[in-house]
């Protein structure tokens, strides 16, 4: 159970068999919940396994596009969650993709400002705080180095479609 960090998961379950083994009355009952408890963990490390044999760059960038939205998101956070040293998830991340950490960020922060500022009449002050900017002025000078454009003309260019 400790291999696939099933502990707490599992435990209640564990004692409740092993006090079973110690004090029921019908060895029967006994053995079925032993072989039930055994299928759950065998089931649950399957899926610990998979989960965490993912390829840490699929999962990382997951990851970055599922929390985005936070200003303080940091290569160091992604790392982290993909239980990698920060500079070399980076260097994976340079090989993989041919991009690093901050250009890929900005990528999906900008998806998702384009999205927002087509779909919806939120104020791009607004828009840059939800796509994980704080400063308006750096989100629009970014949005335009990026884009070409700047969130209001992109705006003014897809309200007709």
Same mark, same amino acid.
């Given at each position: 159970?400790?291999?696939?960090?099933?502990?707490?998961?599992?435990?209640?379950?564990?004692r409740?068999?092993f006090?079973s083994?110690?004090?029921?009355?019908? @060895?029967?009952r006994?053995? =079925?919940?032993?072989?039930l408890?055994?299928?759950?963990?065998?089931? #649950?490390a399957?899926?610990?396994s998979?989960?965490?044999k993912? %390829?840490?760059?699929?999962r990382?960038i997951?990851?970055?596009?599922?929390?985005?939205?936070?200003?303080n @998101?940091?290569? %160091?956070?992604?790392? =982290?969650?993909?239980?990698?040293?920060?500079?070399?998830?980076?260097?994976?991340?340079?090989s993989?993709t041919?991009? #690093?950490?901050?250009?890929?960020l900005? #990528?999906?922060?900008?998806?998702?400002?384009?999205?927002?500022?087509?779909?919806t009449?939120?104020?791009?002050?607004?828009?840059? @705080?939800?796509?994980?900017?704080q400063?308006?002025?750096?989100?629009?000078?970014?949005?335009?180095e990026?884009?070409?454009?700047?969130?209001?003309e992109?705006?003014?260019?897809?309200? %007709?479609?």
């Amino acid at each position: 159970m400790r291999t696939y960090h099933l502990i707490e998961e599992y435990d209640r379950e564990y004692r409740y068999i092993f006090n079973s083994i110690l004090y029921d009355a019908v @060895l029967y009952r006994t053995v =079925q919940n032993l072989i039930l408890f055994i299928q759950k963990i065998v089931c #649950g490390a399957e899926v610990n396994s998979r989960n965490y044999k993912q %390829d840490p760059i699929e999962r990382g960038i997951s990851f970055m596009e599922t929390n985005f939205a936070q200003v303080n @998101l940091k290569l %160091d956070d992604v790392a =982290q969650y993909v239980d990698r040293n920060p500079s070399y998830f980076s260097h994976m991340l340079i090989s993989k993709t041919g991009k #690093g950490f901050t250009e890929i960020l900005s #990528g999906i922060r900008m998806k998702e400002a384009k999205r927002l500022l087509t779909e919806t009449s939120k104020p791009i002050k607004a828009i840059s @705080l939800l796509v994980g900017y704080q400063n308006a002025n750096y989100f629009s000078r970014s949005f335009k180095e990026i884009n070409g454009i700047s969130p209001k003309e992109f705006r003014l260019k897809n309200e %007709d479609k």
